[in-house]
């Protein structure tokens, strides 16, 4: 897609607040462009200021090539509450392969848990939490991060038991 020279609010994409990178993430991959090429893009232009993140934002990503994403302003906003299957859906549909049925079981405790604990909802967002945790066989995890014990990772980061083998961490 060419498109004409934009307005001065372009900036690059590691520059932007971290809210504002998961944003564009989760919306680049739902149409099913490359994310890379958005972390790699020359240009990114916000839509006019005052619309939040609502807008059409443009991905500038060669001399004349790049590409737009539309946000609503319900999109943008809105929040939604989801069940145990609404999140294992999400993941199977995003995130196939990053942690097991057991393994989204035990994550979705841990955040409703964590809701309620904290008093703070949880902006669910599947990209979001797959950068944050992973899931992996604990003597991996252990051998990774140089520890002797489990008990040694949990002093480091959250940690949720799986099963007797394998766990989620978060990534510190």
Same mark, same amino acid.
């Given at each position: %897609?060419k498109?004409?020279?934009?307005?001065?609010?372009?900036?690059?994409?590691?520059?932007m607040?971290?809210?504002?990178?998961?944003?564009?993430?989760?919306?680049? &991959?739902?149409?099913?462009?490359?994310?890379?090429?958005?972390i790699? @893009?020359?240009?990114?232009?916000?839509?006019?200021?005052?619309?939040g993140? @609502?807008?059409? &934002?443009?991905?500038?990503?060669?001399?004349?090539?790049?590409?737009?994403?539309?946000?609503?302003?319900?999109?943008a906003? %809105?929040?939604?509450?989801?069940?145990?299957?609404?999140?294992?859906? @999400?993941?199977?549909? %995003?995130?196939?392969?990053?942690?097991?049925?057991?393994?989204?079981? @035990?994550?979705?405790?841990?955040?409703?848990?964590?809701?309620?604990?904290?008093?703070?909802?949880?902006?669910?967002?599947?990209?979001?939490?797959?950068?944050?945790?992973?899931?992996?066989?604990?003597?991996?995890?252990?051998?990774d991060?140089?520890?002797?014990?489990?008990?040694?990772?949990?002093?480091?980061?959250?940690?949720?038991?799986?099963?007797?083998?394998?766990?989620?961490?978060?990534?510190?």
């Amino acid at each position: %897609m060419k498109y004409p020279e934009q307005e001065n609010n372009s900036v690059p994409f590691f520059s932007m607040h971290a809210e504002v990178q998961m944003l564009l993430a989760r919306y680049v &991959w739902r149409t099913g462009h490359n994310l890379e090429m958005l972390i790699k @893009a020359k240009e990114i232009t916000a839509p006019v200021h005052g619309q939040g993140y @609502a807008g059409t &934002w443009k991905i500038k990503t060669g001399e004349n090539t790049g590409f737009c994403i539309n946000i609503s302003k319900s999109e943008a906003n %809105m929040k939604q509450t989801i069940n145990r299957t609404d999140f294992h859906n @999400a993941f199977k549909k %995003m995130r196939p392969d990053n942690f097991s049925y057991e393994g989204l079981n @035990a994550l979705f405790d841990f955040l409703e848990e964590y809701e309620v604990d904290t008093d703070k909802e949880i902006e669910f967002d599947v990209i979001e939490i797959c950068c944050e945790f992973f899931e992996a066989n604990i003597d991996d995890v252990l051998k990774d991060y140089r520890l002797t014990s489990l008990e040694e990772l949990e002093e480091k980061t959250r940690v949720i038991k799986v099963n007797e083998t394998t766990v989620i961490c978060e990534r510190f």
